[in-house]
């Protein structure tokens, strides 16, 4: 730093500015561009997020009460490829067994059938279901309801299944 300013001393006063001047025109310029470019990726991510809410897939989980005792993990896969892996901890059980929904995953889906499989972990107990999903140009809201039916001690899973149109 300090040999470009004696640099600037022994040049005349008009061949200083010019320097000054192209390097912060340099600096400004790639500047500008590296802002453009970021504004370009915020918008392409603000666009993916906009299609997953329109266009996409939702899950979401919910309890019935009572919350079914040693549940430990909860595993779902899409076509073979696990998209929602969650290993439960005794606090976030508790939320959800006072009447709480958890959003688990909100993703881009093109339309067509799948395969939607959920695994549950309960002690030394695996359930385990799996269903057919067909999806079409619109929003998909899966509620994956986990129970124990007349109180056994082993839980069921249901899916409730809602197709919603876009909205403009």
Same mark, same amino acid.
């Given at each position: 730093?300090?040999? /470009?300013?004696l ?15 192209d390097? $912060?025109? &340099?600096?400004? +310029?790639? *500047?500008? @561009?590296a802002?453009?470019?970021l @504004?370009?990726?915020?918008i392409? =991510? @603000?666009?993916?997020?906009? =299609? =997953?809410?329109?266009?996409?897939? +939702?899950?979401?989980?919910d /309890? ?13 896969? *899409? !076509?073979?490829?696990v998209?929602? !892996?969650?290993?439960?901890?005794k ?17 881009? #889906? ?8 959920t695994?549950?972990?309960?002690? $030394?107990k695996?359930?385990?279901? &799996?269903? $057919? ?7 998909? $809201? #899966?509620?994956?309801?986990? &129970?124990?039916l *007349?109180?056994?001690? &082993?839980?069921?899973? /249901? /899916? !409730? ?8």
């Open positions: 730093m300090l040999v /470009f300013f640099g600037l001393l022994l040049l005349q006063p008009s061949q200083a500015a010019d320097l000054i001047l390097e $912060n025109t &340099t600096d400004r +310029a790639s *500047l500008t @561009q802002t453009l470019e @504004q370009r990726d915020l392409l =991510a @603000q666009e993916k997020i906009l =299609a =997953a809410e329109k266009h996409g897939l +939702a899950i979401y989980l /309890f019935d009460d009572p919350v079914p005792s040693g549940l430990d993990q909860l595993r779902i896969s *899409l !076509d073979g490829e998209i929602v !892996d969650i290993e439960f901890e606090q976030q059980l508790d939320k959800l067994s006072s009447g709480g929904i958890q959003k688990l995953l909100t993703t881009e #889906l093109a339309p067509g059938s799948y395969e939607l499989v695994r549950l972990k309960a002690g $030394n695996h359930i385990t279901k &799996t269903i $057919n999903l067909n999806k079409e140009t619109t929003r998909v $809201n #899966l509620k994956v309801t986990i &129970t124990s *007349l109180r056994k001690q &082993t839980p069921e899973i /249901f /899916f !409730d299944y809602e197709s919603w149109e876009p909205q403009q």
